[in-house]
């Protein structure tokens, strides 16, 4: 299964994992480190570099309680940074100029407008606002392909979701295994997830990460995710909600290199030895029968005679038994390996 998710890039089997990274607060308000982030995702190669468009009157309650860990309630922490909307067509441009695809997660119908104007080339649906079927709505007639990130949801509903979208005629959909918490200890993580929203519905799936590292990330990778989405910081030791978990620009690097490099061991499923294996290794490595002795031209050969052992150039073990008992053509020198016009 594949799709466009771009129009320079497919995903899906046999097509490379999709690297997005989710700025999140991470701009801390300011619009040149949000510049600073773009390039930098660019940079050390991610293939998508993601913001999030919230407006903190549209996102939450004035009366929602604090998070145990946070010190201001939702909405003040969401207002402090909440970024401006002019942003977006600032930082798409940056974007383009520099190869990397720019989207950002619409929290409300007038984001989705937004990013509708300045081309977007799909839409990523927050593991929250999972439930918010009429924003799922109003992004699913827009055409494009949508991500859903699946944190926090039950099974019921995720298909909620995915029903809402079909029924605009639109199949080009990506389930993301996430677990929304920040961090995320790993046991928390259940990566045997992604196989089984496989296995139940016929979308691709990826992951969002929200652990410490890059390392939950490259074993998702490893069972089939086909996007990995992380946090992304210029530096981890800033103030902010989303600072802490997020990765730096090396450990970015680290991640797309290691990435791409499993993709490359991955092979084609087809177990042969590889070509490189055969150039050299394969008959030196590998054994045959050779003479333990010296043997005459005549003499009938006995197991005594003969020993099994490296290199492959001579007979193949198996074939002892048959060796055993035929004559000698010629003399054989002792550790000399046995081929089949010796005997």
């Not at 989705?112 to 007639?141: F, M, Q, T, W």
Request: charged fraction near 25%.
């Amino acid at each position: 299964m594949k799709i466009k998710l771009t129009k320079d890039r497919f995903i899906g089997d046999n097509e490379p994992c999709y690297i997005i990274m989710d700025v999140g607060a991470n701009h801390n308000g300011n619009l040149e480190t949000a510049k600073s982030l773009v390039l930098s995702a660019a940079e050390n190669g991610a293939e998508a570099i993601k913001f999030q468009t919230y407006i903190a009157d549209k996102m939450y309650s004035k009366n929602t309680p604090a998070f145990s860990k946070d010190l201001m309630t939702p909405y003040k922490l969401i207002q402090k940074y909440q970024h401006p909307r002019e942003w977006l067509s600032i930082l798409s441009d940056i974007a383009k100029d520099n190869d990397i695809d720019f989207i950002s997660t619409p929290f409300d119908k007038e984001a989705v407008d937004i990013l509708e104007k300045i081309n977007v080339p799909y839409y990523k649906v927050a593991s929250p606002e999972i439930g918010d079927l009429e924003l799922i709505d109003y992004i699913a007639k827009k055409d494009k392909p949508i991500i859903l990130s699946t944190g926090m949801s039950y099974l019921g509903e995720i298909e909620d979701a995915v029903n809402i979208i079909l029924k605009n005629n639109n199949n080009n959909i990506i389930l993301l295994q996430c677990t929304t918490l920040y961090p995320a200890p790993v046991e928390t993580v259940n990566l045997k997830a992604i196989k089984s929203l496989k296995k139940i519905f016929p979308f691709l799936v990826g992951y969002s990460d929200h652990t410490l590292g890059i390392h939950i990330s490259l074993a998702a990778l490893s069972i089939g995710a086909c996007i990995i989405e992380k946090h992304f910081t210029l530096d981890r030791k800033q103030e902010g909600p989303d600072h802490p978990f997020a990765i730096q620009p090396n450990e970015l690097k680290s991640l797309t290199i290691k990435v791409r490099e499993i993709e490359k061991a991955m092979g084609d499923g087809f177990k042969k030895p590889h070509e490189l294996e055969l150039k050299e290794n394969y008959q030196k490595g590998k054994r045959s029968i050779i003479a333990n002795q010296d043997i005459k031209k005549g003499t009938l050969i006995t197991k005594d005679m003969l020993i099994v052992k490296r290199p492959g150039y001579g007979i193949k073990p198996k074939f002892l038994d048959v060796v055993i008992g035929r004559n000698a053509k010629i003399d054989i020198k002792y550790d000399q390996w046995i081929t089949w016009d010796m005997i």
